[in-house]
C-alpha cells in the first residue's frame, strides 16, 4: 500500500508543471474557472428569478384579461338585459300579457338586433310567461334549446342574481354550450311600482368569441371543470385554465388557453449569453494577463538566467544591461549586476595574489610600469600642495564678524552675504576637486598594486588567457594618464565593447606603458595640452588597436631600435624597459606590438595586434 502511495505521489509531483510559466498558466486557469463559474451563478441567481417574475407577472395579467373578458361580457348582456326590464312597456305586458307586445318585443329581428338566441319573462313565483330560443343560423324556433334553457332556469334563483341592483348576470351551461345569462327585474321606466317579474336574456359564447376576445387562441371546456385558477409551465409554453363560474360560484366550464413563455426564454437565453460572454471575457483577461506577465517577469528572468550561462560559460564578468527599472525585477538586475561587480573585483585579487614576480628582467620590468604608473600620484599631490586656498580665511572670518552687527546697512549685509555664498561655493568647489583628484590617484594606486601582484611569473611562461573587453582597459587608463603629467591631455576611444583573448592584468599594464610614452612624448615638444586617440578594428580573428598621439614622434627608420633593452629617446633618462617589455608581454599573450611615425614632430601610433575572442562575439550575439 505504501509503494502504491509512493508511485501516485511521484506520479503526481511528475505531472506538477515546475516551471514558473506553467505554475502561473495553472494558477491563471484555476482563477479563470472559479471566477467563470462565480460568475455564472452570480447571474442565475440574479436573471432567472427576475425573469420568472415577470412571466408571472405576464401570466396574472392573462389570467386577469381573462376574467375581465368573461366579466365584460356578462356586463353587455346585463345592460341589453336592463334596458328591457326597466321599461313600461314590460311591466304592463307582466300585468296583462298581449299578443302585440310579444310580436313586436320577441320578434326574431329584435332578438337577432340583441344577438341574444334566448328570452325569457318570468314572474315571481318562477312561472314562465313568456319564453323563446331561436336558432342563430336559421333563425328558427328551437323547442329543444327552449326546455333545457327553461329548466335549467327553474333551478337559479333570480331574484338572488338580481340582488339589490335590480339586475345581475352568470354563465350556464346548456348542454354542449355556454351561455351567458342576463337577468332583471321589470319595473316601469322611471324605476316605480312593485316589479312584476324578472326579465332573462341568453347570449352563447363560444371558443371562437373567447378567442376574439383574448387575441389569443382559447377554448371553452365543458367536460373539465376547474374550481380555482391553473397554471401548468412546460418547456416553451404555460396552459393556463380559468374557471367559468355559474350561479352559486360553481364552475361551469373551463377557458383553457395556452402562452409562448417568451420572458422565460429570453431569461435562459440572456443568461447563457451572460455566461459565454463572461467566459469569453475572462478568457481574454487571462490571455493579456499571460502575456503581461510572460514579458514583464518571465522575459527578464530569462534575460537573466541566459547572461548567467553567458558568463559561466565565457568567464567574463560582463555587466547585463536592462533598461531601469523600479519594480522587482529592476532589483534584481541591479543585485545580480553588483555580484558580478564583487566577483569581478574578487578575481583581480585573486589574479593580483597568484601573480608573482619572476627574473630580474620582469622585476625591473615591473618597477618601470610601477614608475609609469605612480606619475599620476605624485602629479596629484604637487597640484595639491601648490594650490592656494581659493578664499583667504581671514577675509571669512572679517565678514562674518561684521555680519553679525546689529546696525550694518542693509546693502552692506546683503554684499556680506553674497560674499560668504560665492566663498563657500568656491571652497565646496574646491573640495568637490580635491576629491576626484584623490579618487584617480586612488585608481592609479590600484592600477600600481595591480602591476605588482600580477607580473608575470617567468619570462618563458606564457600567462593565462581569458576574453576581457579592450575598450574598458583603455577607458581605465585613460583616466589614469590624465593625470600621468602636467599637461592636459584629451583622450578620444571607442564606447562599444571589443573582446580580445589576453590576460587582462598584463594588457592593462602594456595600455597603460603606452599611454604613459605618448604623454611624455607630448610633454616633449614643449606644448601644455595635446591629444591621444584610440581606433579598434576587428577582424575575423583578430583585433587591431591603434594608439595615436601628437607628440614629437621619431625617425621611421629608428623604430626597431625604441624596442631595445634600456633604449630611451628621453634625455633626462638613462634607459628604460617599458617597451621592451611591453613587445615581450603582448608576444607572450600571442600578439604583437608596432610602433610607427612620419618623422619627428608628427606623432607617432602604437599598434597592438590581438586574438580575437570568438567565443564571446558568438555569445554577444546570441544574447542580442
Excluded at 99 to 109: K, L, Q, V, Y
Aim: hydrophobic share 45%; charged share 25%; net charge neutral.
Amino acid at each position: 500500500m505504501r509503494a502504491l502511495l509512493a508511485g501516485a505521489a511521484h506520479g503526481l509531483r511528475r505531472r506538477i508543471p515546475v516551471s514558473l510559466g506553467a505554475k502561473l498558466v495553472l494558477i491563471l486557469t484555476a482563477v479563470g474557472l472559479l471566477g467563470s463559474a462565480a460568475i455564472t451563478l452570480l447571474l442565475a441567481a440574479i436573471i432567472t428569478p427576475s425573469f420568472n417574475q415577470l412571466e408571472n407577472s405576464a401570466v396574472s395579467a392573462h389570467v386577469e384579461r381573462t376574467r375581465a373578458a368573461l366579466a365584460d361580457f356578462g356586463a353587455k348582456l346585463e345592460t341589453a338585459v336592463r334596458d328591457y326590464g326597466d321599461w313600461t312597456d314590460s311591466y304592463d305586458y307582466m300585468g296583462r300579457p298581449n299578443r302585440a307586445f310579444e310580436e313586436d318585443s320577441f320578434s326574431t329581428t329584435a332578438m337577432a338586433n340583441l344577438a341574444v338566441p334566448g328570452m325569457a319573462y318570468v314572474r315571481p313565483d318562477g312561472s314562465v310567461v313568456l319564453a323563446r330560443w331561436i336558432d342563430t343560423a336559421t333563425q328558427e324556433d328551437s323547442p329543444e334549446m327552449k326546455a333545457r334553457f327553461l329548466h335549467k332556469l327553474a333551478q337559479v334563483d333570480l331574484d338572488a342574481i338580481a340582488g339589490s341592483d335590480s339586475s345581475g348576470s352568470f354563465y350556464m351551461r346548456l348542454d354542449d354550450m355556454i351561455a351567458a345569462i342576463g337577468v332583471a327585474r321589470i319595473r316601469r321606466s322611471d324605476g316605480t311600482g312593485d316589479p312584476r317579474g324578472y326579465v332573462v336574456m341568453a347570449r352563447t359564447l363560444t371558443s371562437e368569441q373567447l378567442s376574439r376576445l383574448l387575441q389569443i387562441s382559447a377554448r371553452l371546456d365543458l367536460d373539465t371543470q376547474v374550481r380555482e385558477l391553473t397554471v401548468v409551465p412546460h418547456v416553451s409554453r404555460v396552459e393556463i385554465a380559468v374557471p367559468v363560474r355559474g350561479p352559486g360560484d360553481t364552475p361551469v366550464a373551463t377557458a383553457a388557453y395556452s402562452v409562448p413563455r417568451d420572458l422565460s426564454l429570453l431569461g435562459k437565453r440572456m443568461l447563457l449569453f451572460a455566461t459565454l460572454g463572461t467566459v469569453l471575457l475572462m478568457g481574454v483577461v487571462l490571455i493579456v494577463l499571460r502575456r503581461a506577465i510572460a514579458r514583464l517577469v518571465l522575459r527578464p528572468l530569462h534575460r537573466v538566467e541566459r547572461h548567467m550561462g553567458l558568463v559561466r560559460e565565457s568567464g567574463s564578468m560582463r555587466l547585463l544591461k536592462e533598461a531601469p527599472r523600479d519594480d522587482e525585477i529592476g532589483s534584481l538586475v541591479t543585485s545580480f549586476n553588483s555580484m558580478l561587480r564583487q566577483l569581478k573585483d574578487l578575481r583581480e585579487q585573486l589574479e593580483m595574489q597568484s601573480f608573482k614576480l619572476g627574473r630580474s628582467e620582469s622585476a625591473v620590468a615591473v618597477m618601470h610600469n610601477v614608475r609609469n604608473a605612480l606619475n599620476p600620484i605624485s602629479t596629484i599631490l604637487s597640484q595639491g600642495l601648490g594650490r592656494s586656498e581659493a578664499v583667504d580665511r581671514g577675509l571669512i572670518d572679517k565678514a562674518v564678524a561684521e555680519l553679525i552687527r546689529d546696525d550694518l546697512p542693509p546693502a552692506r549685509r546683503q554684499k556680506l552675504a553674497a560674499f560668504l555664498a560665492a566663498a563657500t561655493e568656491a571652497m565646496e568647489a574646491e573640495r568637490e576637486e580635491r576629491r576626484r583628484q584623490l579618487e584617480v590617484g586612488r585608481e592609479a594606486l590600484h592600477h600600481v598594486l595591480e602591476i605588482i601582484g600580477k607580473q608575470q611569473e617567468a619570462a618563458h611562461e606564457r600567462p593565462q588567457l581569458e576574453a576581457c573587453d579592450i575598450s574598458d582597459i583603455i577607458a581605465q587608463n585613460a583616466t589614469i594618464a590624465r593625470y600621468s603629467g602636467g599637461s592636459s591631455i584629451a583622450f578620444g576611444f571607442p564606447s562599444t565593447p571589443h573582446w580580445v583573448r589576453a590576460n587582462r592584468v598584463i594588457l592593462s599594464q602594456v595600455v597603460g606603458n603606452l599611454f604613459a610614452n605618448a604623454a611624455e612624448a607630448i610633454a616633449a615638444t614643449g606644448r601644455e595640452s595635446g591629444s591621444i586617440s584610440v581606433s579598434v578594428t576587428e577582424a575575423e580573428d583578430s583585433v587591431r588597436v591603434v594608439i595615436r598621439d601628437d607628440g614629437d614622434g621619431f625617425e621611421p627608420g629608428s623604430a626597431p631600435t625604441l624596442f631595445q633593452r634600456g633604449f630611451s629617446t628621453r634625455k633626462h633618462k638613462s634607459g628604460g624597459l617599458g617597451l621592451h617589455w611591453c613587445a615581450n608581454a603582448l608576444g607572450a599573450m600571442q600578439g604583437k606590438l608596432e610602433l610607427r611615425s612620419d618623422g619627428p614632430g608628427t606623432g607617432a601610433r602604437a599598434v597592438l595586434t590581438l586574438q580575437a575572442a570568438g567565443e564571446m562575439r558568438d555569445s554577444e550575439d546570441l544574447a542580442a
